[in-house]
């Protein structure tokens, strides 16, 4: 994320001018580039903060994801073992259960009419 600048403040603050006769004023470009290192500065630091604020929230971005991985396992878990998923896991067994009881009825039903 590093981005190539041209210039820093010491650059700027270095930079020496060829003197003409009909140049500008030696003293209005040193103030005018005293301002633009003072926004350079502004923008150097703000920046810096918010390249850590971005690294912060990816740091919290990757711990929230983890929790919420952790708890849609916990939700899958829960919803596995809810009374609706062990309702018809019982109905299963009793529907087996009255087919089992009625052959073995019709079984002895046969054998005692034999």
């Known amino acids: 994320m590093a981005v190539k600048v041209n210039l820093d403040i010491q650059?700027?603050?270095?930079?020496?001018f060829d003197i003409?006769?009909?140049?500008?004023?030696?003293?209005?470009?040193?103030?005018?580039?005293?301002?633009?290192?003072e926004d350079y500065e502004t923008y150097q630091n703000t920046l810096s903060?918010?390249?850590e604020k971005i690294a912060e929230l990816e740091r919290t971005n990757a711990s929230l994801r983890a929790k919420l991985i952790?708890?849609?396992?916990?939700?899958?878990?829960?919803?596995a073992n809810t009374?609706?998923?062990?309702?018809?896991?019982?109905?299963?067994?009793?529907?087996?259960?009255?087919?089992?009881?009625e052959q073995v009825f019709e079984d002895q039903k046969k054998t005692e009419n034999q």
């Not at 650059?11 to 020496?16: A, G, P, Q, R």
């Open 83 to 101: 009374p609706a998923a062990s309702g018809a896991a019982n109905v299963d067994i009793l529907r087996r259960l009255s087919r089992l009881e």
């Open 20 to 37: 003409d006769l009909k140049g500008y004023s030696a003293s209005q470009v040193d103030a005018f580039l005293d301002l633009v290192m």
């Open 49 to 51: 903060e918010l390249n």
């Open 11 to 16: 650059t700027i603050l270095d930079k020496e």
């Open 70 to 79: 952790e708890e849609e396992g916990h939700t899958r878990a829960l919803e």
